[in-house]
């Protein structure tokens, strides 16, 4: 079970409409290494997890990435509201626009819908927590990306916070790989 508070676990504060930097932000919205597939990744994963730490862990960061979500969520939706479909079009967003409007629908920043073809979940701690890193490196540097891609300070200070946690997040999945290691390396697994 998990209890909600209704707010952002940082604000999302835009300057003005930019459908560009909105249609960027969909890669972490709905691609590959979007928080939408962490999510999903990490609270699948941790089932098969031989430690209550790194099960704990897991669903921590899972639970964090869908606050993440609904961050980039948020900055898309306030990026597009009122836009006009020709301002979507002239955007490169008229074929978003002819399927869903100015609602949100998670698809990567070139238009292709999210699918869980994206994440793996191996049933193999040591497999799992290698790829778990790798992926918020990736998003590390997906972030890093977007902060070049704009010059709006309320975007930027979110898109900072968010690969702050990333870099957290590689670390506490580097720490949960060693204690699973440990725990294995007694059983005579590895």
């Known amino acids: 079970?998990?209890?909600?508070?209704?707010?952002l676990?940082?604000?999302?504060?835009?300057?003005?409409?930019?459908?560009?930097m909105a249609k960027f932000l969909y890669a972490q919205y709905g691609g590959p290494d979007s928080e939408l597939s962490a999510a999903v990744r990490y609270l699948t994963q941790r089932y098969t997890m031989p430690i209550p730490q790194a099960k704990a862990v897991l669903t921590d960061i899972g639970t964090e990435e869908f606050a993440h979500w609904e961050i980039i969520g948020t900055l898309i939706y306030k990026l597009t509201d009122g836009a006009t479909p020709e301002q979507m079009r002239r955007a490169g967003l008229g074929d978003y626009y002819a399927q869903h409007d100015n609602a949100l629908y998670p698809a990567d920043a070139a238009g292709v819908p999210w699918t869980a073809?994206?994440?793996?979940?191996?049933?193999?701690?040591?497999?799992?927590?290698?790829?778990d890193m790798a992926a918020e490196q990736k998003a590390r540097t997906t972030y890093e990306h977007l902060i070049n891609l704009t010059d709006d300070p309320g975007i930027i200070a979110a898109l900072s916070f968010l690969r702050e946690r990333e870099v957290v997040h590689f670390q506490r999945f580097g720490e949960t790989l060693m204690l699973v290691r440990e725990y294995l390396d007694k059983k005579h697994v590895y």
Do not use: C, F
């Not at 676990?9 to 560009?20: E, H, I, K, M």
């Not at 073809?117 to 790829?131: C, M, N, R, V, W």
């Open 1 to 7: 079970m998990w209890y909600y508070e209704k707010k």
């Open 117 to 131: 073809a994206y994440i793996q979940s191996t049933g193999d701690p040591i497999t799992d927590l290698h790829e």
């Open 9 to 20: 676990q940082y604000p999302a504060n835009v300057s003005r409409t930019d459908l560009g």
